[in-house]
C-alpha cells in the first residue's frame, strides 16, 4: 500500500506541485490578518450639518470605492469648525465602539495651509481617518497610539491631493481600509502631530483645575474633571464654590441632580453616564449666560 501511494506521488507533475504550494502561500498572507478586518462598520462624524451636501458626497465616495460598506452616521452636527468639540464627540463615540471599527471624522480640516491626513490606530485597535488638526487629542489619550500614518500615496487618487476636498481624501481612504487595505500602505509613518491645549485634569494649592471638554444641546458645559478627581478634591454636596473663568467668577453649589438648586441657579455635579464634572443653570443654559465653549479651562474653589 505504501508503495502504491509513493508511486502515486511520483506521477504528480512539478507544476501541480508548484500551483499547490502558490495556493497555501498566497492563503496565508491573506490569512495572516484578522479576518474580522475586512468590511469593517465605518462611522462618520463631521460639522457638515444635516442639509449639508457633502454628507450624500462622502457617502458616495465611501460606497464608490467599498460597494459593500456599512456606514454609520455618529453625528454631523458638530458646531461648525470646533475641533475641541469633535474631538471630546469621537472619543466618547469610539469607547462605546468595539473593535476593527473605521471612524472618517471630517472638521475644520483646512485649519493648516496645506492639510495633512493621516490613518490613525489606537491600541483598541479601531482605526481613524482625520485630518492633523488635534481631532485624535482625547482618542491617543485614551486608547494610545499604536501607529499613525501620514496619506501622502498620490496613487490612490485621479488628482493632486492639494487639488481635492477633504471628503474625498478621507472618504476613499476608509473605504479602502474598511475592506482590508493595508493603513501602511497609505504613507509613512508619522511621529508629529497636532494636539488640542489641554489644562488637564490637577489639584493645585486648593483649587481643581480643568478644562471644558464638550457643551451638551442644553448649554450644560461638561469638564474633563473626573468624579474620582472631585473625590480627591474633597467635594460634597451641599458645598459652595466658587468657578474661575478667565477673569470672570461664578458662584454654584456642588450637588447630586438639578433639582438640588432653584430654577435659574448654578449647580455643578458629576453627571453619571459619563462620570464626569458638569456645570449647568438648573432650567438655564450655563454655557451661553457665561460665553463658555469647548476648550475653556476652569478653575474651582470650594468657599
Do not use: W
Request: with cysteine.
Amino acid at each position: 500500500m505504501f508503495a502504491s501511494a509513493h508511486n502515486s506521488l511520483k506521477k504528480i507533475s512539478p507544476a501541480f506541485i508548484f500551483i499547490l504550494a502558490l495556493f497555501f502561500i498566497v492563503s496565508g498572507i491573506l490569512g495572516c490578518g484578522n479576518p474580522k478586518n475586512v468590511n469593517m462598520p465605518i462611522v462618520l462624524l463631521t460639522d457638515f450639518g444635516s442639509e449639508d451636501y457633502r454628507i450624500s458626497q462622502l457617502k458616495g465616495i465611501i460606497l464608490t470605492n467599498n460597494n459593500q460598506a456599512r456606514i454609520i452616521d455618529a453625528t454631523h452636527s458638530v458646531p461648525a469648525f470646533d475641533i475641541a468639540t469633535g474631538a471630546y464627540i469621537l472619543d466618547v463615540a469610539a469607547r462605546e465602539f468595539p473593535e476593527n471599527v473605521v471612524f472618517i471624522s471630517i472638521i475644520a480640516p483646512y485649519t493648516q495651509s496645506e492639510p495633512k491626513y493621516f490613518v490613525l490606530i489606537n491600541n483598541k485597535n479601531q482605526f481613524f481617518i482625520l485630518p492633523d488638526n488635534g481631532l485624535m487629542t482625547y482618542v491617543v489619550q485614551d486608547t494610545g497610539n499604536k501607529a499613525i500614518y501620514q496619506i501622502t500615496d498620490q496613487q490612490l487618487f485621479d488628482r493632486s491631493m492639494r487639488e481635492l476636498a477633504a471628503e474625498r481624501i478621507q472618504g476613499k481612504v476608509g473605504a479602502l481600509i474598511s475592506s482590508g487595505y493595508s493603513p501602511q500602505s497609505v504613507g509613512p509613518t508619522l511621529t508629529d502631530y497636532e494636539k488640542l491645549d489641554i489644562q488637564e485634569p490637577a489639584i493645585k494649592d486648593d483649587r481643581l483645575l480643568g478644562t471644558v471638554v464638550y457643551v451638551d444641546h442644553f448649554g450644560n458645559a461638561i469638564t474633563n474633571i473626573s468624579g474620582k478627581i472631585a473625590d480627591e478634591f474633597g467635594l460634597e454636596p451641599g458645598d459652595q464654590l466658587s468657578i474661575t473663568i478667565a477673569t470672570s467668577t461664578i458662584r454654584a453649589i456642588f450637588g447630586t441632580t438639578y433639582a438640588d438648586v432653584p430654577q435659574g441657579k448654578e449647580i455643578v455635579f458629576v453627571i453619571n453616564n459619563l462620570g464626569m464634572v458638569q456645570m449647568s443653570i438648573n432650567l438655564g443654559n450655563f454655557a451661553s449666560t457665561y460665553h463658555i465653549k469647548a476648550g475653556t479651562k476652569i478653575e474651582i474653589e470650594k468657599q
